[in-house]
């Protein structure tokens, strides 16, 4: 984008058998999302569905975001947090920010 610096987000859409559970192994794994280019994230829950969950995650770049989502570690991870099959991911990028 002509040398401007664009913000990476992953959007990951899963489903989860336990909430609570899930949650503790998210905030556990914390430390290895951000020593791999996290920025933070913003997780939702549908209010029709609440074992769905979308989860916005920051990245420093694109390959960042990549190397973190196709990991074997991340693969662990899910499992031990009770994440039910694959989830739905999708790369962002940030084109525009308005104030309403």
Not at 1 to 18: F, H, N, R, S, V
Not at 46 to 63: A, F, R, S
Not at 69 to 76: G, I, Y
């Amino acid at each position: 984008m002509g040398g401007i610096e664009t913000m990476i987000y992953a959007l990951a859409i899963q489903k989860i058998k336990d909430y609570n559970k899930w949650k503790e192994v998210f905030d556990e794994h914390g430390k290895v999302r951000k020593i791999k280019g996290s920025k933070g994230a913003i997780i939702y829950r549908n209010t029709k569905d609440p074992k769905q969950l979308v989860i916005i995650t920051e990245w420093e770049n694109m390959e960042s975001a990549k190397n973190f989502s196709l990991s074997e570690d991340l693969k662990t991870t899910m499992k031990k947090a009770g994440v039910i099959g694959l989830p739905e991911l999708h790369y962002l990028e940030e084109i525009e920010k308005t104030k309403y």
